[in-house]
C-alpha cells in the first residue's frame, strides 16, 4: 500500500512547472534494530522506509518536501510578500493533491524563520525579548544558547517559539528567532484548508512583534 501511495505521488511531478523539474532527493525513514545481550547473537538490522522526494527550483526561490503523511513549502530568501508565497504554495500543493487525493487534512501551519546578525558585543536582548534569562551572579556572556516554549493560542492553534544563536560568522555573531504557528483543522473543502493557512498569518506578525525590540524593529525599515 504504502508503494501504491509513492508511485501514485511521484506520478505528479511531472505536472509542476518547469521551475519545479529539478533532481529529486528521496525522504527516508531509517529504523535500526540491535539485538544486545550476552546470549543474543551480535546482528544489527537497518531498515529504510521511503517516503518522498524532496527537491528544489532551478530558480533557488522554493523547495518542496512531498510525502505521502505531509507537504512542505518553503520560500528561500530574498524574501517577498505574503500573498506571492501563497499563491505558489497552493499552484504546488494542487498538483499534489488532484494526483494523490489525500484522505483527509489533520493540521497545517505556518513557519517563520528569523536571523539577525550581531555586532562584536553586542548583548541578545538589545533585539529580543525572548531568551533565556542567566540568574545574578552567574557569568553573563553567552557562549551559546537555545530556548523553546510552546504556548496555546486558541482551542485549536498552537505556538512554537525558539530562539537561540546559530553558528557564528567571522565577523559577526547569528541571532535566531523561530516561530511557528499550528492550526488544526478538518477541512470540507480547498477553500477551507487556504483559508485556514491563510488566518495563520495574522497571528503569527503579532507573535513575531512580540517577541522583538524596537532596535530590532527598527533594523526591518
Known amino acids: 500500500m504504502a508503494q501504491a501511495s509513492l508511485s501514485v505521488l511521484q506520478e505528479a511531478f511531472p505536472s509542476l512547472p518547469d521551475d519545479y523539474q529539478t533532481k529529486r532527493e ?21 531498515d529504510q522506509k521511503p517516503l518522498g522526494w524532496r527537491l528544489g527550483t532551478k530558480s533557488g526561490k522554493y523547495t518542496v518536501q512531498a510525502r505521502t503523511d505531509w507537504f512542505i513549502f518553503s520560500r528561500l530568501p530574498p524574501y517577498t510578500t505574503w500573498s506571492e508565497f501563497a499563491s505558489e504554495a497552493e499552484n504546488v500543493w494542487r498538483v499534489f493533491n488532484d494526483a494523490y487525493r489525500p484522505a483527509s487534512v ?105 517577541c522583538i525590540t524596537e532596535e530590532w524593529k527598527a533594523r526591518l525599515a
Request: hydrophobic share 40%; no cysteine.
Open 26 to 46: 528521496p525522504i527516508t525513514l531509517s529504523q535500526t534494530q540491535v539485538n544486545l545481550g550476552p546470549d543474543a547473537p551480535k546482528t544489527m538490522n537497518v
Open 106 to 210: 489533520q493540521a497545517v501551519s505556518v513557519r517563520f524563520i528569523n536571523e539577525l546578525g550581531l555586532s562584536q558585543g553586542e548583548i541578545v536582548e538589545k533585539y529580543l525579548k525572548f531568551y533565556i534569562n542567566v540568574p545574578e551572579g552567574a557569568p553573563q556572556s553567552f557562549v551559546n544558547y537555545f530556548a523553546r516554549i510552546e504556548l496555546m493560542h486558541s482551542a485549536d492553534t498552537t505556538v512554537t517559539i525558539q530562539s537561540g544563536l546559530l553558528p557564528p560568522l567571522p565577523d559577526k555573531a547569528r541571532l535566531l528567532l523561530d516561530i511557528e504557528v499550528t492550526k488544526t483543522i478538518a477541512p470540507k473543502d480547498k477553500n477551507e484548508l487556504w483559508a485556514a493557512i491563510n488566518s495563520l498569518q495574522e497571528p503569527k506578525n503579532q507573535i513575531f512583534f512580540s
